[in-house]
């Protein structure tokens, strides 16, 4: 099982600059979420997903974009990369329900850097 | 608001001694709390996790949570540590409705030898 797959795992990203940062899984979840995370600040969430084709806003979204087309992939694009999207970046999934099984399970991230 | 709030930004023991992480949330429905932990350069593993029933929870490599309700706390503990428990530790409530998880700041464990 491949769990989550984040690609790539390291990007360098000019001022202005667009990407996407990808994202699959093949646990079948219904749930994946993308966070930040920075010094000191944990993990913050940017957008989140309940389910193919709904996406939704999470704290920090804006310079982001999100879709999500099916349930395996949920790509993370930025728009125009400013320095402060300097930041380890890591996507999640986890089934529905909230049962004692569900848990969160994450990619390995993507570290980007923007100069 | 929700929040979860981690009092200890970087904590130090020593190899053998017992460790105790303080969390305290804010969550206006019944909450979901983890407690996940990050290697150096890795990405985040789950130690346990508390849903309902028993407030003490037993997670892996030996650790184990207590949920206080009263004192909106779930602490995780663990009564020898090891070299390789060094690490950073984040304390998490999540929403059962949409998956996402709101985490404290982290703390930093340092083990001395």
């Known amino acids: 099982n491949a769990g989550v797959t984040q690609t790539p795992k390291f990007q360098v990203l000019k001022t202005g600059q667009s990407m996407t940062l990808q994202c699959a899984q093949d646990?079948?979840?219904?749930?994946m979420s993308w966070y930040r995370q920075d010094p000191g600040m944990g993990l913050r969430l940017i957008h989140y997903?309940?389910?193919?084709?709904?996406?939704d806003q999470g704290e920090v979204p804006n310079g982001y974009n999100v879709s999500r087309s099916t349930t395996e992939d949920f790509p993370l694009r930025l728009l125009s990369a400013a320095p402060s999207q300097t930041s380890v970046y890591f996507c999640?999934?986890?089934?529905?329900?909230?049962?004692?099984?569900?848990?969160?399970?994450f990619g390995q991230g993507t570290r980007l850097t923007v100069v | 608001a929700q929040s979860v709030t981690q009092p200890d930004i970087h904590i130090t023991v020593s190899e053998g001694a017992s460790l105790e992480l303080r969390c305290n949330y804010s969550?206006?429905?019944?909450?979901?709390l983890f407690w996940y932990v990050q290697s150096p350069g890795q990405g985040l593993q789950l130690l346990l996790k508390?849903?309902?029933?028993?407030?003490l929870v037993q997670g892996i490599k030996g650790f184990e949570a207590e949920f206080k309700r009263s004192q909106s706390s779930f602490n995780l503990r663990k009564p020898s540590v090891h070299w390789s428990d060094a690490a950073e530790y984040f304390c998490?409530?999540?929403?059962?409705?949409?998956?996402?998880?709101?985490f404290g700041q982290g703390t930093t464990l340092q083990v001395k030898p």
């Open positions: 997903s309940v389910g193919a084709g709904i996406t």
């Open positions: 646990m079948n979840h219904e749930y």
């Open positions: 508390y849903f309902s029933g028993d407030t």
């Open positions: 969550y206006g429905a019944t909450p979901y």
């Open positions: 999640a999934s986890s089934r529905s329900g909230g049962t004692s099984n569900t848990e969160a399970f």
């Open positions: 998490a409530v999540g929403s059962s409705n949409t998956g996402k998880l709101i």
